[in-house]
């Protein structure tokens, strides 16, 4: 891929992200111009950034959301409802294109097709498409005037004059150019004085300053305050490809000696008609002095000036069929033969390339030598504006202070961690290696520098990953962007009327984190939109604002990050999904009656619970909780909810910062090693056979006042058991809130290790999360705390 587009695909969807968070603020509070220009601003650049390449199709539907944009921001139009469902829709069509345009570096091929109805409603505001007056160029952006506009009066009469007489002699045209350069031109490094010093066949340059300049205090040379007029002999075709970059800004009329007289004298130009006569009378001349190149030039101007018909077209004919024969191309026309007129001239333009317009024809039959323009009074001279550099520092309005991003492929920081995770593992190796020289060789001295080793490496690889990590890190506000949108729509949909607030934008968490909170996001926002929150009649019968209000909120929590989706709404009634919960099956009449209110509303996690009385596409399926406590344990994280009565409901999510390296506690059982994530460890104990109880046929251990129930773990994985004398080696684990002690046989030490997840065979053996390699080679079997804790439970 282009690696300009390559840019302009990553910066796309922070601008249009931009924009879509702006239009929504917007929405609630229309009035705020920095607001206003803060969409624009957003929208402009892009709609810059998108003519760098070949997309007519999304330069124009760009620019007529530009032009609505321009509309609000200067007070014409209030932003409503209709005209942002419409900039949404825009913004929503462009970023379907550009993954299209990602994949096939193109845009699809009904884009234009797609983007006709959007651009007819978003000028409808604006009184419709502009007029036709003036015409666009093929290029989709610079105009083409067909009369001599008000500006040419820029250039003195004297000079237009001397230029008239010799375009007349040559029977040729000159080109003059507009160029209006926006005032934040220089902040999308755009150099205008570069760009007209461009200009092939310059002729004439004319500097149009503004009529009142600010005063000292108040003047910015960031702003761009200077227009030019420009006359030149290049094609029309070399300047729309110079100033392809700024379309809008330019535009270009084509002037023969004729147009420069009339407007010299004051006379109103010729129309449409008329310019044909007068043209068709050049080709008439040109066919009796045998200019068959200049026939040519003046055939493709009569049928670009107006639809040639009647007697026009058979002299038009006529004088085509000569230049033919003139150049020998195997064309023969007649009167009789109109319907090939067009398709012979279009032919001839084609295949018989004129000379350079200005030069000497290159197949006259009597030469005529150009008499040269009188030199008129130079204007001011802009070389050496041009040549001085900006006097701006990068500590002024507009530069950059010590800050660069270097953009990188995902694959590559995430290729980087997981070698940074292998060198955690191999630093491991090294502890195992100095056990080994000690016990297996005798040499302590070998065993301490070894260890010294260690300590070395160990603090460079910490340091390492904690470097890989910060590039991992996103803020929270990257999965939180997409629910503003999400909001508006779906409380549209149901008739109800939310505020949604966002706490803790800034809160850091690894990426895949990030990525993958967003599923069980959407669930839970779903959930209070349709469950939870009340329509607006509704709550203010209860006495409540009208508007609800809906809170996503993030902090840090230590090596966690804890995210809290909260609503004002109607709660969580516990003795409705109690009696729910019965109906379904989930849960025993005993169980109905002993339940707390907190049990209780944990229910809603069970699969197949819902108290939706319909099943709808948003949610009573029974799915969607569910989903989301399964989805945020596999992350490694835990799942609850409070809820009061008639005041709202809150759901917590506790997630590890980082998913790409596992902390584990390695326990042995009956000779087996296995791993046990440390977030789960409550604490290691060893407790006297004789201090052990049993209750209800459960063995449990007393620990500072509280009764946990102990398990024996090589029986729940069905493994022999030792007997390891009169001490119980015991890991006290909580999983969902519940404690619980585990006998194993021996305590080993916490590593970092790069989970992977099981396969194969074993990809069904729900009691294992994944395997990991130690540093001496072992593979490491890390388990699945509340598969296990399950199993326990199903075998009592």
């Known amino acids: 891929m282009n690696p300009l587009l390559a840019q302009f695909l990553a910066e796309a969807n922070d601008l249009l992200a931009s924009v879509d968070a702006g239009l929504l603020q917007l929405e609630r509070?229309?009035?705020?111009?920095?607001?206003?220009?803060?969409?624009?601003?957003?929208?402009?650049?892009?709609?810059?950034?998108?003519?760098?390449?070949?997309f007519p199709e999304l330069t124009r539907l760009t620019h007529a959301a530009e032009d609505l944009l321009e509309a609000v921001r200067g007070g014409r139009l209030p932003l409503d409802s209709a005209m942002a469902d419409d900039l949404l829709a825009t913004f929503d069509l462009i970023r379907g294109w550009l993954a299209h345009v990602t994949t096939h570096e193109r845009l699809p091929s009904g884009a234009g097709t797609d983007a006709a109805g959007l651009i007819t409603r978003l000028r409808a505001p604006l009184g419709g498409e502009p007029r036709a007056a003036v015409q666009a160029s093929s290029t989709g952006g610079i105009t083409t005037i067909g009369g001599a506009p008000d500006w040419l009066a820029w250039f003195d009469a004297e000079w237009l004059t001397a230029t008239a007489s010799w375009l007349d002699i040559t029977s040729s045209t000159m080109r003059f150019v507009r160029y209006v350069p926006e005032a934040d031109c220089f902040f999308r490094a755009e150099d205008p004085i570069h760009l007209v010093r461009q200009v092939p066949a310059l002729d004439r340059l004319g500097i149009v300053q503004p009529a009142t300049w600010p005063e000292p205090g108040e003047y910015d040379e960031y702003v761009c305050l200077l227009s030019f007029v420009i006359a030149t002999r290049a094609a029309i075709g070399e300047l729309e490809h110079l100033f392809r970059y700024v379309p809008e800004q330019v535009q270009i009329v084509e002037l023969d000696?004729?147009?420069?007289?009339?407007?010299?004298?004051?006379?109103?130009?010729?129309?449409?008609?008329?310019?044909?006569?007068?043209?068709?009378?050049?080709?008439?001349?040109?066919?009796?002095?045998?200019?068959?190149?200049?026939?040519?030039?003046a055939a493709r101007r009569t049928f670009e000036l107006h639809p040639v018909e009647g007697a026009h077209l058979r002299s038009v004919a006529r004088a085509v069929s000569a230049a033919a024969r003139a150049l020998g191309v195997p064309k023969d026309l007649t009167d009789a033969d109109q319907p090939r007129v067009r398709e012979a001239v279009d032919f001839l333009l084609a295949e018989a390339t004129p000379a350079p317009l200005g030069a000497a024809p290159a197949a006259t039959a009597v030469p005529i030598t150009p008499a040269e323009p009188a030199e008129p009074a130079e204007p001011a001279e802009p070389a050496e504006a041009a040549e001085a550099e900006p006097s701006g520092r990068a500590d002024e309005h507009g530069g950059q202070v010590g800050t660069r991003v270097l953009k990188v492929d995902q694959e590559k920081v995430d290729r980087l961690m997981e070698l940074v995770g292998e060198l955690n593992v191999a630093k491991n190796g090294l502890t195992f290696l100095a056990d080994a020289a000690e016990e297996e060789f005798g040499s302590r001295v070998l065993s301490r520098r070894i260890k010294d080793q260690y300590a070395g490496l160990h603090r460079?690889?910490?340091?390492?990953?904690?470097?890989?990590?910060?590039?991992?890190?996103?803020?929270?506000?990257?999965?939180?962007g997409r629910f503003p949108r999400l909001v508006r729509d779906l409380s549209r949909r149901l008739g109800k009327t939310v505020e949604l607030h966002t706490e803790g934008d800034d809160t850091m968490a690894d990426k895949d984190v990030i990525e993958a909170l967003v599923d069980p996001l959407v669930h839970l926002v779903r959930n209070s939109l349709d469950h939870g929150i009340e329509t607006a009649e509704q709550r203010q019968a209860?006495?409540?604002?009208?508007?609800?209000r809906l809170t996503l909120a993030a902090v840090a929590d230590g090596d966690a990050v804890l995210v809290e989706v909260s609503d004002d709404g109607r709660g969580v009634d516990p003795e409705r999904v109690r009696r729910t919960a019965y109906e379904k099956g989930l849960i025993s009449e005993d169980q109905r009656e002993s339940l707390s209110d907190s049990e209780a509303i944990d229910l809603v996690f069970r699969p197949g619970f819902s108290t939706a009385e319909e099943i709808s596409d948003l949610s009573g399926r029974g799915?969607?909780?569910?989903?989301?406590?399964?989805?945020?344990?596999?992350?490694?994280?835990?799942?609850?909810?409070?809820?009061?009565?008639?005041?709202?409901?809150?759901?917590?999510?506790?997630?590890?910062?980082?998913?790409?390296?596992?902390?584990?506690?390695?326990?042995?059982?009956?000779?087996?090693?296995?791993?046990?994530?440390?977030?789960?460890?409550?604490?290691?104990?060893?407790?006297?056979?004789?201090?052990?109880?049993?209750?209800?046929?459960?063995?449990?251990?007393?620990?500072?006042?509280?009764?946990?129930?102990?398990?024996?773990?090589?029986r729940l994985l069905e493994m022999p058991s030792r007997d390891e004398g009169a001490d119980r080696a015991i890991l006290v684990v909580t999983v969902n809130g519940q404690r619980a002690g585990l006998i194993v046989e021996q305590f080993h030490r916490e590593v970092d290790v790069i989970l992977k997840p099981m396969e194969?065979?074993?990809?069904?053996?729900?009691?294992?999360s994944g395997t990991a390699l130690l540093g001496d080679g072992l593979v490491l079997l890390v388990l699945n705390m509340k598969e296990v804790l399950g199993l326990a439970a199903r075998t009592a």
């Open 29 to 54: 509070d229309p009035g705020d111009p920095e607001l206003v220009n803060q969409v624009f601003r957003a929208a402009h650049t892009f709609k810059g950034s998108s003519g760098l390449f070949d």
């Open 257 to 297: 000696a004729g147009a420069i007289t009339r407007h010299v004298s004051g006379e109103p130009p010729l129309k449409a008609e008329e310019r044909v006569t007068v043209v068709v009378a050049e080709v008439r001349d040109s066919e009796q002095a045998a200019d068959a190149r200049a026939v040519l030039h």
């Open 460 to 480: 460079i690889a910490e340091e390492l990953q904690s470097g890989v990590m910060d590039i991992r890190m996103l803020p929270i506000s990257v999965a939180f």
């Open 542 to 548: 209860a006495g409540k604002n009208p508007a609800a």
């Open 623 to 714: 799915v969607g909780m569910d989903a989301v406590r399964a989805s945020v344990e596999k992350l490694g994280g835990t799942v609850t909810m409070r809820s009061k009565l008639g005041q709202g409901a809150s759901t917590r999510l506790r997630l590890p910062l980082s998913m790409a390296v596992t902390q584990v506690m390695v326990v042995s059982v009956a000779g087996q090693r296995f791993g046990i994530p440390v977030d789960l460890v409550v604490e290691t104990v060893r407790v006297p056979a004789a201090e052990m109880g049993r209750v209800l046929h459960q063995d449990v251990v007393v620990l500072r006042g509280d009764v946990v129930p102990v398990l024996d773990l090589a």
């Open 760 to 768: 194969g065979l074993l990809a069904y053996a729900d009691e294992f």
